[in-house]
């Protein structure tokens, strides 16, 4: 990385094009290194950036910190190894058009039915509006009916467009509660922007039921800027939750079957060293937001060692 930085601060750089959580480590490595505060004072024709991989809403106030102009572009590509699916073609619009001439045949498999001994599988002439699909794909390049492994709802059908809602391994429904990544990445963004926290890294698990105790949910966050009070977090938190998704708030309506959530402040870099020691460094991996078992959670706390507490800070 140090390499790449020496040889770019002195070139004419205009876009940049990487995963999100990637691209911000490289750019705050440029700050450090020309003593900097704005990656504008460095590469001042720089007018645009392509981001995909993971969800840019955890990480976009961060980018704005530092690629302080009103007008710089940000464009979100959805593409993986096996194909290239959708991009974002509206200067005002987040959602994404599928490409629908790149070799690729759809379908899709309605969340509420995957998994079950016969999921319910259609083509893209019937699918809905606000509806979370498995996506299924047949390619020119050999691949037959391939679990990508991404769910993606339609936010238009005509013409089609897609956002991107959460993966397929990667929610909480342990108690029926249907938690997808997208509803933490919303949720987060919106209690950051009232905490005033940054947030580099996170994930979540279940607590599970023990006798007479509740379940809940368990979180592990890692903070560029930590909050005040963890404690007020946590309740915007779980209320921006509610709000968000109706299975949830059901769940923890009087406590009924979910407790409160706890939220854990994690060390510096710990989800960096956890990629590390499971050979996943790189932009193709990424940490697993969301897990309906407590093993990479287990794992995680194990190598943060004491749950670093921000109640007095």
């Keep these: 990385m140090q390499a790449i930085v020496n040889e770019t601060i002195q070139e004419n750089v205009t876009s940049l094009a990487g995963v999100p959580s990637w691209m911000l480590v490289l750019l705050n490595t440029v700050l450090e290194t020309t003593d900097k505060n704005s990656i504008l004072d460095i590469w001042p024709n720089l007018e645009v950036y392509f981001h995909g991989g993971v969800s840019f809403l955890p990480y976009i106030d961060q980018y704005k910190k530092i690629l302080p102009q009103n007008d710089f572009r940000y464009y979100e590509i959805y593409n993986a190894s096996e194909g290239f699916f959708a991009i974002q073609d509206q200067n005002k619009s987040s959602e994404l058009l599928l490409m629908l001439d790149y070799g690729i045949f759809y379908e899709f498999i309605e969340m509420s039915t995957y998994g079950s001994l016969n999921p319910k599988v259609i083509s893209l002439a019937k699918v809905e509006l606000n509806t979370n699909y498995a996506l299924l794909i047949t390619t020119n390049a050999g691949l037959w009916r391939y679990k990508i492994g991404d769910t993606i709802r339609f936010t238009s059908l005509n013409p089609y467009r897609i956002k991107v809602s959460g993966r397929t391994k ?31 890294e996170y994930t979540g698990a279940p607590i599970f039921m023990k006798g007479k105790e509740k379940g809940g949910h368990e979180w592990l966050i890692e903070f560029k800027r930590v909050p005040k009070s963890i404690d007020y977090f946590t309740e915007l938190f779980d209320n921006a939750l509610k709000s968000l998704n109706s299975d949830y708030e059901a769940k923890r309506y009087k406590d009924i079957t979910l407790n409160k959530p706890i939220i854990h402040a994690a060390r510096p870099d710990l989800f960096y060293d956890w990629l590390k020691e499971n050979n996943k460094l790189g932009g193709q991996h990424k940490v697993p937001r969301l897990s309906n078992t407590r093993n990479y959670m287990e794992e995680l706390k194990r190598m943060n060692g004491a749950i670093l507490c921000l109640e007095n800070q």
């Design 170 to 200: 990667h929610h909480i429904n342990v108690f029926g509660e249907e938690l997808i990544i997208e509803n933490a990445e919303d949720a987060l963004k919106k209690v950051c922007r009232k905490t005033g926290a940054q947030i580099v």
